[in-house]
Protein backbone atom coordinates (compact mmCIF):
# COMPACT_ATOMS: atom_id res chain seq x y z
CA UNK A 1 0.00 0.00 0.00
CA UNK A 2 1.38 3.50 -1.24
CA UNK A 3 -0.24 6.73 0.52
CA UNK A 4 0.52 10.01 -1.95
CA UNK A 5 0.19 13.25 -0.12
CA UNK A 6 1.19 16.45 -3.31
CA UNK A 7 2.04 19.67 -2.37
CA UNK A 8 3.35 22.99 -3.75
CA UNK A 9 0.68 24.03 -5.95
CA UNK A 10 -0.82 27.82 -5.65
CA UNK A 11 -1.50 30.61 -8.04
CA UNK A 12 1.86 32.04 -10.04
CA UNK A 13 1.52 34.59 -13.07
CA UNK A 14 2.34 33.77 -16.75
CA UNK A 15 6.16 32.88 -16.84
CA UNK A 16 6.38 31.93 -13.23
CA UNK A 17 7.47 28.77 -12.11
CA UNK A 18 6.61 26.29 -9.14
CA UNK A 19 7.90 22.86 -7.88
CA UNK A 20 5.04 20.12 -6.93
CA UNK A 21 6.03 17.90 -4.20
CA UNK A 22 4.57 14.42 -3.61
CA UNK A 23 5.28 12.65 -0.09
CA UNK A 24 4.79 8.66 -0.25
CA UNK A 25 4.46 6.71 2.97
CA UNK A 26 5.36 2.74 2.47
CA UNK A 27 8.76 1.15 2.56
CA UNK A 28 8.06 -0.05 -0.87
CA UNK A 29 8.05 3.54 -2.48
CA UNK A 30 11.75 2.57 -4.46
CA UNK A 31 10.14 -0.10 -6.63
CA UNK A 32 7.66 2.33 -7.92
CA UNK A 33 7.55 4.09 -11.46
CA UNK A 34 5.81 7.71 -10.10
CA UNK A 35 3.83 9.46 -12.59
CA UNK A 36 2.17 13.15 -12.92
CA UNK A 37 -1.06 13.84 -14.63
CA UNK A 38 -3.14 17.09 -14.56
CA UNK A 39 -6.97 17.66 -15.10
CA UNK A 40 -8.12 20.99 -16.28
CA UNK A 41 -11.47 21.72 -15.61
CA UNK A 42 -14.12 20.61 -18.13
CA UNK A 43 -10.94 18.14 -19.75
CA UNK A 44 -10.65 14.99 -19.12
CA UNK A 45 -6.66 13.73 -17.28
CA UNK A 46 -3.84 14.26 -19.28
CA UNK A 47 -0.27 12.57 -18.30
CA UNK A 48 2.41 14.77 -17.97
CA UNK A 49 5.12 12.99 -17.01
CA UNK A 50 6.93 10.00 -15.13
CA UNK A 51 10.05 8.47 -13.36
CA UNK A 52 11.27 5.23 -13.26
CA UNK A 53 11.62 3.68 -9.98
CA UNK A 54 15.72 4.10 -10.14
CA UNK A 55 15.46 7.91 -11.45
CA UNK A 56 17.39 6.90 -14.49
CA UNK A 57 14.85 7.28 -17.01
CA UNK A 58 11.67 10.30 -17.29
CA UNK A 59 8.94 10.19 -20.04
CA UNK A 60 7.42 13.49 -20.99
CA UNK A 61 4.18 14.46 -22.90
CA UNK A 62 5.53 16.62 -25.80
CA UNK A 63 3.59 19.99 -24.47
CA UNK A 64 5.70 20.00 -21.41
CA UNK A 65 8.99 19.34 -23.00
CA UNK A 66 11.77 21.86 -21.76
CA UNK A 67 9.60 23.28 -19.11
CA UNK A 68 8.75 20.35 -16.92
CA UNK A 69 11.26 18.42 -15.10
CA UNK A 70 10.57 15.27 -12.58
CA UNK A 71 12.81 14.28 -10.23
CA UNK A 72 12.33 11.69 -7.08
CA UNK A 73 14.14 11.30 -3.95
CA UNK A 74 14.30 7.32 -3.21
CA UNK A 75 15.51 8.45 0.37
CA UNK A 76 12.91 10.57 1.43
CA UNK A 77 10.25 8.98 -0.35
CA UNK A 78 9.79 12.20 -2.46
CA UNK A 79 8.74 12.73 -5.88
CA UNK A 80 8.98 16.44 -8.13
CA UNK A 81 7.80 18.42 -11.01
CA UNK A 82 9.37 21.45 -11.44
CA UNK A 83 7.39 23.36 -13.57
CA UNK A 84 9.08 26.68 -15.68
CA UNK A 85 7.86 29.20 -17.70
CA UNK A 86 3.97 28.88 -16.69
CA UNK A 87 0.70 29.48 -19.45
CA UNK A 88 -2.08 29.43 -18.38
CA UNK A 89 -3.41 26.29 -20.11
CA UNK A 90 -0.97 24.63 -17.33
CA UNK A 91 -3.81 25.41 -14.82
CA UNK A 92 -5.14 22.24 -13.84
CA UNK A 93 -4.97 19.84 -10.74
CA UNK A 94 -1.74 18.34 -10.57
CA UNK A 95 -1.94 14.23 -9.25
CA UNK A 96 1.24 12.29 -8.89
CA UNK A 97 0.58 8.57 -8.87
CA UNK A 98 2.58 5.27 -8.25
CA UNK A 99 2.70 2.26 -10.64
CA UNK A 100 4.47 -0.88 -9.73
CA UNK A 101 7.76 -1.11 -11.75
CA UNK A 102 6.75 -3.99 -14.56
CA UNK A 103 8.26 -2.53 -17.82
CA UNK A 104 9.86 0.43 -18.96
CA UNK A 105 8.87 4.13 -18.48
CA UNK A 106 7.43 4.88 -21.34
CA UNK A 107 4.32 2.43 -21.39
CA UNK A 108 3.25 4.53 -18.19
CA UNK A 109 1.49 7.31 -19.60
CA UNK A 110 -1.83 5.99 -19.06
CA UNK A 111 -3.92 6.20 -16.14
CA UNK A 112 -4.84 2.55 -15.63
CA UNK A 113 -1.25 1.47 -15.85
CA UNK A 114 -1.02 3.21 -12.03
CA UNK A 115 -1.98 1.67 -8.45
CA UNK A 116 -2.25 4.26 -6.11
CA UNK A 117 -3.00 8.30 -6.72
CA UNK A 118 -3.20 11.39 -4.63
CA UNK A 119 -5.92 14.05 -3.99
CA UNK A 120 -4.07 16.46 -6.06
CA UNK A 121 -3.07 19.97 -5.89
CA UNK A 122 -4.39 22.98 -7.66
CA UNK A 123 -1.90 24.91 -9.82
CA UNK A 124 -3.64 28.31 -11.13
CA UNK A 125 -1.63 30.40 -14.00
CA UNK A 126 -2.86 33.72 -14.27
CA UNK A 127 -2.30 35.52 -17.81
Known amino acids: QVQLVESGGGLVQAGGSLRLSCAASGRTFSSYHMGWFRQAPGKEREFVAA????????YYVDSVKGRFTISRDNAKNTVDLQINSLKPEDTAVYYCAAARAMYGISSYSRGNAYDYWGQGTQVTVSS
Open 51 to 58: ISWRGTST
